[in-house]
């Protein structure tokens, strides 16, 4: 990893950081902030995290009593924290964009040395220092990689480690996805040694689900599945009123859609959840199959070949129609 001594100068010479993460926090950008965070107090620093909005229930106690301030409940206090930072941590995302359009004018805006570690493709140019790998599962990864090509894994403990370990654990579908390698194992090994204890995360992170959220995944399953065989393509879909029905909050159904990848004979499994005015679009395929291609021709979307997102500004019926008229130009 490069630029890694030039980041902890700047980390030791810093009056005031900020950690920044995108939007709609998933495990690794509250998995990477909390482990930055904790391994910037043990150089013996200060650091204040800064999100767009608020981290999901499911992994509330990955903050271990932290405060996380959020765009859209403490507006002025990140604004100002943003604007008196000398230092500025974006991690896990790759534009300002990412911040969502209230925050990313005050990022652009920030005078601080920005520093963005990622692994999303395509990186925009609004940084200073730049650590972007796309062939790193996490960027929880990226942290680990960077506290000890620093020569600083003697700091290594459970408050760090912890977190770096559930950012990786849920950026690679815990521990399955292509993206992982011997590398990351070798990493996971060390942050056993340092003190995690892996089981207690499995269980605090997925073992809490509400019955709603259960009962509503089931419905779904049971109600809304539809296997287009000859295209080896599973559809899943959810209304605004079944969500309401079955009391959803943010992040009841993350993940549903890989539950119909898990079919037998089926390559790629598309989830279509109505939101509004629009229809959000989450498509994954396995191995060589790419849906990147379809959901940015179709869908104004794209990502991954295994894993991209897509939007819609029709009807939940039309949108589905409209994915099945299009769908075996490419599976
Ligand atoms: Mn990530």
């Not at 900020?18 to 909390?34: A, K, L, N, Y």
């Not at 599973?234 to 993940?255: C, M, P, Q, Y």
Request: hydrophobic share 40%; glycine share 8%.
């Amino acid at each position: 990893m490069k630029n890694t001594q030039e980041i902890i100068t700047a980390i030791k010479t810093a009056k005031n950081i900020v950690i920044t993460s995108h939007r709609s926090p998933d495990g690794d950008s509250i998995g990477s902030s909390m482990g930055m965070y904790h391994f910037i107090k043990a150089l013996g620093k200060n650091a204040k995290i800064c999100h767009p909005d608020k981290c999901p229930d499911f992994i509330e106690w990955a903050k271990g009593g932290v405060r996380i301030a959020t765009f859209e409940d403490n507006e002025q206090e990140v604004k100002d924290a943003l604007q008196n930072a000398d230092l500025i941590f974006c991690l896990d995302y790759n534009g300002a964009n990412r911040l969502g359009k209230e925050m990313a004018p005050f990022l652009e805006s920030a005078t601080g040395t920005k520093v963005m570690i990622d692994h999303h493709l395509d990186p925009d140019d609004f940084v200073d220092i730049a650590v972007s790998q796309s062939d790193v599962c996490s960027t929880s990864q990226l942290v680990y990689e960077l506290i000890e090509a620093s020569g600083n894994l003697n700091l290594l403990n459970q408050a760090i480690g912890t977190p770096l370990y559930l950012g990786i654990m849920t950026d690679t579908g815990s521990f399955r996805y292509s993206s992982l390698t011997s590398r990351t194992h070798e990493i996971l090994a060390s942050l056993l040694k340092h003190g995690v204890k892996h089981s207690e995360i499995h269980e605090a992170t997925f073992d809490n689900n509400r019955i709603d959220k259960l009962k509503l995944r089931a419905h779904i399953i049971a109600e809304r599945l539809e296997l287009l065989e000859d295209l080896h393509v599973a559809i899943i879909s959810v209304t605004e009123e079944e969500l309401e029905r079955f009391n959803h909050i943010k992040g009841d159904t993350e993940g549903l859609v890989n539950v119909a990848l898990s079919m037998e004979g089926v390559n790629v499994a598309v989830f279509f959840r109505e939101s509004g005015d629009m229809i959000k679009i989450s498509f994954r395929s396995k191995g060589d199959v790419a849906v990147n291609g379809l959901a940015g021709d179709h869908f104004q979307g794209g990502g991954h070949k295994n894993a991209s997102g897509g939007a819609s500004f029709v009807s939940l019926e039309e949108t589905i129609k409209n994915f099945k008229e299009v769908a075996p130009k490419y599976f």
